[in-house]
């Protein structure tokens, strides 16, 4: 198949380009940007005019559900709401069931992905059995099988000395190692941040201790170590101060956070929305600036959509028993738009954040426009406004904070290994 994409703004944060030009696909990768090769024929034309053409995106946290939670979303449906998304790689977690602790299990859904159209999957791998944090995993075999990374996705890691072990063995084979830092005895059955909102509501609640407390212990095996770890989805000011220390000190550490986490606090949470119930808990006023400020600066180095698909039944329940979690793989895009938009902050910083830096923790070739490289492209219009609401959203979980809000920023086309994986029909 070729393509051509015209008259679009060019943005990609990995060459510092913005600026209008054409881009030339053909055999799934990009052979031209700017003027045409000789004797290219387009059998696709795509007028991009008004549109931002940037890399496509990629998310370091989208559950698809599968296997195990059928229920709740399918591979068909949240391979398509993450295209829809102009979502073109994306990592899913472990804690699928069984949790994706044995090289076959990660080798079906790597074939089953690969047979499913919609964006490249990259494993990450359960770093302990059944995700009990007991004995680790064969996280070489794994990475073989395909794993980019090891975690305990949101299950407890109770034993300091599991946790050791894990990061020597890693460090051994260079694997890197993606932690959610959450002491389990001071979050212990808590659903919201331990400030006036629980307190008020009578939640039982998870104070910042518990991601701080947590924090500390890994940096300090970090240190020890050498390991290369990836904090995910921090939550509070004080982690991001231990972070950006740790950074200074030379560390091979990286983080990101939710994309919620930058927009919504605990004051969210204040009527029961159990939409709002998330891992980890939305936090303070003065915690999400300290998130806007962190992205603004530099210090957290990607969003991810922690795309948490939930059926509805699971969402109708009183708060503190609602299945936690947000649908927001096409949420991404919009999300970091507002948010770069009211921080003052150039698009292409904002994309680098989607795009470029998630691709480089997750270690493969993605999140660039490069000639010889590959055709996947996200062309958007940064103005399109568009509801929130179950009919706009093609992910089977239509559990999202958003429900009701207009955004700006709406997918037009994306292209996945140079074939038009989705395109929205305009009305």
């Known amino acids: ?87 073109t790689s994306l990592a899913c977690p472990p804690d699928t069931d069984p949790p994706l602790d044995e090289p076959g299990l990660v080798e079906m859904l790597k ?22 944090g007991e004995r680790l995993t064969e996280m070489a075999e794994l990475q073989e099988a395909g ?43 808590g659903v919201a941040h331990d400030g006036v909102v629980a307190a008020r509501l009578g939640l039982p609640a998870i104070p910042v201790p518990a991601e701080t407390v947590a924090l500390q212990t890994i940096l300090l095996l970090v240190r020890e170590t050498g390991a290369r770890v990836h904090f995910a989805r921090l939550s509070s000011r004080a982690g991001l101060d231990m972070v950006r220390r740790a950074k200074h000190d030379g560390l091979r550490i990286t983080c990101d956070v939710g994309v919620h986490h930058a927009h919504l606090s605990e004051m969210d949470v204040a009527d029961f929305n159990a939409n709002c119930h998330l891992v980890p808990p939305l936090r303070s006023i003065r915690d999400r600036e300290a998130i806007r400020h962190a992205l ?16 509805d039944d699971a969402k109708e329940l009183p708060f503190q028993e609602a299945e936690p979690g947000a649908t927001g793989v096409e949420l991404l895009l919009p999300l970091t738009l507002k948010w770069a938009r009211e921080s003052g902050v150039p698009l292409i910083r904002a994309l680098d954040l989607i795009t470029r830096r998630p691709a480089g923790i997750l270690g493969v070739e993605a999140g660039v426009l490069a000639v010889g490289g590959p055709a996947d492209v996200c062309i958007f219009d940064p103005d399109a406004p568009w509801t929130v609401s179950p009919k706009t959203l093609l992910s089977l979980g239509k559990n999202s904070p958003y429900l009701g809000m207009e955004l700006q920023g709406q997918v037009r086309y994306t292209l996945i290994d140079g074939h038009l994986d989705y395109k929205r029909n305009h009305h």
């Open 147 to 189: 794993c980019v990374a090891f975690s305990q996705a949101d299950a407890p890691l109770v034993d300091t000395k599991v946790l050791l072990r894990a990061l020597e063995y890693a460090v051994t084979f260079d694997l890197p190692v993606w932690l959610r830092p959450q002491d389990p005895h001071l979050a212990h059955d």
């Open 111 to 132: 074939f089953r992905t690969r047979n499913t159209p919609g964006p490249r999957v990259y494993p990450v791998g359960a770093l302990t059995w059944k995700l009990r």
């Open 1 to 87: 198949m070729k393509i051509r994409i015209r008259n679009g703004r060019v943005v990609d944060p990995a060459s510092g380009l913005d600026a209008v030009r054409d881009i030339h696909v053909a055999a799934g990768r990009i052979i031209a940007m700017g003027a045409a090769p000789a004797d290219f024929h387009a059998n696709l034309d795509l007028d991009a005019a008004g549109l931002v053409v940037c890399p496509g995106l990629v998310d370091l946290s989208v559950r698809l559900r599968e296997p195990g939670f059928e229920y709740m979303a399918t591979l068909e449906t949240e391979m398509r709401a993450a295209a829809a998304g102009g979502v």
């Open 296 to 311: 603004a600066e530099g210090l957290v180095d990607a969003v991810c959509s922690d795309h948490a698909p939930v059926n």
